[in-house]
């Protein structure tokens, strides 16, 4: 969540005991850490167990970093870092036990796509599954917001494993994944972490993804539905 976002996040934590026992930072966006951020440096009795994040090059983030980027917010992200003791940041092939759940991570940023991405922030985002014995949750981040390269390599090197019960669009629904990923994957539903008015820009992916989502009758929820449960047996 955004920094204006810290008091509903906090409520949340509280609601739920007042400790997060795994906080995954997928991308050091504003809109993905600039919660995290503010409640860390002022935990106000929430406890955090275990921090996983994406170890995004701060030097090639920094020069390729555009206004929209925000990249304040990863200053004070990184900095915070310098301190923390239980951050632990992921890498593709990475395997993690949480309580039970499986996590495999099939991508994250990398050297190759700091030199070749335009949006490193995004296109490093960390694509990782969490899978229980019955059900799992593929989540996309931000991913491929801007380079098809990074979506072939990601493909080639994983496509079988990209499947699961429940998906999260990458990029909020606005990524330049091909059609085929959403069609053949064997999901029960697709979450696009989208407002109103993404739905229906025209000049994004997001109305063509919703289309093709309804055509092929796979069902899918925005913010327009929340709140939704995901339980994962």
Not at 15 to 43: C, M, Q, R
Not at 143 to 151: H, I, K, Q, V
Request: hydrophobic share 35%; aromatic share 12%; proline share 4%.
């Amino acid at each position: 969540g955004w920094k204006q976002s810290a008091a509903s996040v906090r409520s949340v934590i509280y609601s739920l005991g007042g400790h997060v026992d795994y906080w995954i930072l997928t991308h050091p966006h504003p809109d993905h850490v600039g919660a995290f951020n503010e409640i860390y440096k002022d935990p106000q009795g929430i406890t955090i167990g275990q921090i996983y994040a994406v170890d995004i090059n701060y030097n090639t983030y920094k020069k390729k970093a555009q206004a929209r980027d925000g990249f304040s917010a990863f200053q004070t992200f990184y900095d915070l870092s310098q301190n923390m003791t239980n951050l632990t940041y992921v890498h593709e092939g990475d395997e993690f036990d949480l309580d039970g759940l499986l996590m495999n991570v099939y991508s994250t940023y990398n050297d190759t796509i700091g030199a070749e991405s335009d949006d490193p922030c995004n296109d490093g985002s960390m694509v990782f599954k969490l899978s229980g014995r019955k059900k799992s949750i593929l989540f996309m981040s931000d991913f491929a917001g801007n380079e098809d390269t990074c979506t072939a390599a990601l493909m080639n090197a994983h496509g079988s494993e990209l499947t699961a019960d429940y998906v999260q669009a990458a990029h909020h629904g606005n990524s330049t994944l091909p059609d085929s990923f959403y069609e053949n994957a064997k999901e029960q539903a697709v979450f696009i972490d989208s407002p109103k008015w993404l739905e229906e820009d025209t000049e994004r992916r997001v109305p063509h993804l919703i289309s093709v989502l309804d055509n092929k009758k796979i069902p899918f929820y925005t913010f327009e539905n929340v709140p939704v449960v995901v339980e994962i047996q």
